[in-house]
């Protein structure tokens, strides 16, 4: 199996990997690139934007503009696979705006067309047998993949967090549908922020729970898609005695995940309370939202917590309110900083100066990430979706090869069972209890006393030496690498060479 990571080897958002096997392509995302992220353009790949598209397919890990964005560039013939429900919340998001954006049109009309998988289900397309998975993240019903062929496993994580309402699940579900894998790309985008996952959902929750009983009137800007905040908000609000407001696309958002989620659809969270349900606007003769007497007076009576978008329409109705208002931004803090990319200069407008930040990242924390490859055992790790990949490596090099590529790189592991083959180790000291390691040996083939990983087998020495070039592990105690060439699975030859990459010596059996 060939692994490309085409894009996000060193910026966050835009990814597009493949993975290809005898001809036959799967790739995973093809999204925009985010504000401010260095710019490559109109991405060209072969069998995803052009040539034979017969035996290719692209499976959408969820419904964030840097991971499906772009799909509206793709051939109509080429299929697209995505979990049923995150479809569902990106089609009806798409439908609203098409009256006033041409590419959200184009988005619906391609989802139409749009395959669904079902999570814990495995699927196959050609040699490609595809195991989809639900993970936490900022998007609902988000997936990731164990990806196999040739005997090669490849757990595919898309974006996700362990620090979320539906994170508890992870390592059962981990345990259940995936297990150990030969190789897991992975995000890495909060390596650089630490400070990003510093608060649970469940402690952002609580916290807007006490404002909501402390003051009257509160206005939270958010995302309309991310479920899990609604849901938490609204649950919030009610906890507090305060009605909970929300446009009718806001609403119809939530509606789609009421009862759908065959996972997480018993679970309270995603069912409104009896006799409590979201109030929902209503529009006047002029399209902005109507203020009747008596919402007028419930709302002088008990206050409310309103989900509010950055418009006129949305800045009038809250001017109308009586009383003191509390505002609040509970997404990226990057959309106020003036002079980048990503600044809103709308958002800014509609929060003013006096407002609360409240917000956790949708992306794992390290301490997490690392539980969780200790569940899946791999041989090696490729980080993408990050812009400190050098960081990425530093932080788990300990414990695990982790494998750097440049956009458009690529390595390509075969399966174990192959006749001929390369198989690619690295050696170092072993730690030992006091803390010190082995400096030298007399007897090299004793391999007990030596940390030896097992990066994969290639079909070349050439292969085998990408790999073993591009992959740290732990520096300070390297010894050096080997590459055991088989023919007809018997050994031939082992080529070994230093901590610098230098050839130390070639062994030919039979011959030295």
């Not at 993970?135 to 993949?145: G, L, M, Q, T, Y």
């Not at 040739?150 to 974006?159: A, E, I, N, P, Q």
């Not at 800007?221 to 909970?244: C, E, M, V």
Request: net charge negative; with cysteine; aromatic share 12%.
């Amino acid at each position: 199996m060939k692994i490309t990571i085409h894009r996000g080897t060193d910026q966050i958002g835009g990814c597009v990997t493949e993975y290809e096997f005898n001809g036959w392509r799967l790739f995973v995302d093809y999204g925009e690139e985010l504000p401010g992220s260095p710019k490559t353009g109109d991405l060209q790949v072969k069998g995803l934007t052009h040539g034979d598209l017969s035996k290719s397919a692209l499976l959408i890990t969820h419904y964030h503009g840097d991971h499906i964005g772009c799909i509206t560039k793709l051939p109509e013939s080429l299929p697209i696979y995505m979990s049923a429900i995150g479809r569902d919340i990106q089609q009806y998001a798409s439908e609203h705006l098409s009256s006033v954006n041409e590419k959200h049109k184009q988005m619906d009309e391609r989802l139409k067309q749009a395959n669904t998988f079902i999570p814990g289900k495995e699927f196959s397309f050609g040699p490609f047998i595809i195991m989809p998975i639900v993970v936490d993240h900022s998007a609902f019903d988000a997936s990731a993949f164990k990806i196999t062929a040739d005997g090669v496993s490849v757990f595919h994580t898309g974006d996700f967090r362990t620090h979320g309402f539906r994170s508890k699940k992870l390592p059962e579900v981990i345990e259940k549908f995936i297990g150990k894998v030969d190789y897991v790309v992975c995000e890495g985008t909060n390596i650089a922020r630490p400070e990003a996952t510093s608060l649970s959902e469940h402690e952002l929750q609580r916290q807007f729970e006490a404002y909501f009983r402390e003051h009257k009137n509160h206005i939270v800007y958010l995302s309309s898609t991310n479920i899990d905040r609604l849901f938490a908000l609204y649950h919030a609000a009610a906890r507090a005695g305060r009605p909970f407001i929300v446009s009718p696309y806001q609403k119809k958002i939530m509606d789609k995940v009421i009862g759908r989620d065959p996972i997480w659809g018993k679970s309270r969270m995603y069912k409104y309370s009896e006799q409590y349900d979201p109030l929902v606007l209503q529009y006047d003769e002029d399209g902005g939202f109507r203020v009747s007497d008596k919402f007028q007076y419930l709302l002088e009576q008990k206050g409310c917590v309103m989900i509010a978008q950055a418009n006129d329409r949305f800045d009038h109705l809250i001017e109308r309110l009586p009383g003191d208002t509390q505002k609040y931004l509970s997404m990226w803090i990057g959309y106020l900083k003036e002079g980048t990319d990503a600044y809103n200069p709308r958002l800014a407008q509609s929060l003013g100066n006096d407002y609360q930040y409240l917000h956790t990242s949708g992306h794992c924390d390290m301490k997490s990430m690392r539980e969780l490859f200790r569940h899946l055992q791999p041989k090696a790790i490729i980080p993408i979706h990050t812009d400190s990949p050098d960081q990425f490596a530093k932080l788990f090099c300990d414990e695990w090869p982790i494998i750097t590529l440049n956009d458009g790189q690529s390595i390509s592991p075969i399966s174990a069972s192959k006749a001929d083959a390369c198989s690619a180790r690295i050696y170092c000291a072993k730690e030992l209890e006091n803390g010190t390691v082995h400096v030298s040996m007399e007897d090299l083939e004793d391999a007990d006393d030596l940390d030896v990983r097992f990066i994969g087998n290639f079909k070349s020495i050439e292969d085998s030496k990408f790999a073993l070039w591009h992959t740290l592990y732990r520096p300070a105690a390297l010894i050096g690498y080997e590459i055991e060439e088989e023919e007809d699975l018997s050994p031939f030859e082992i080529q070994t060479f230093d901590a610098n990459k230098n050839l130390v010596a070639t062994y030919h059996f039979g011959e030295h």
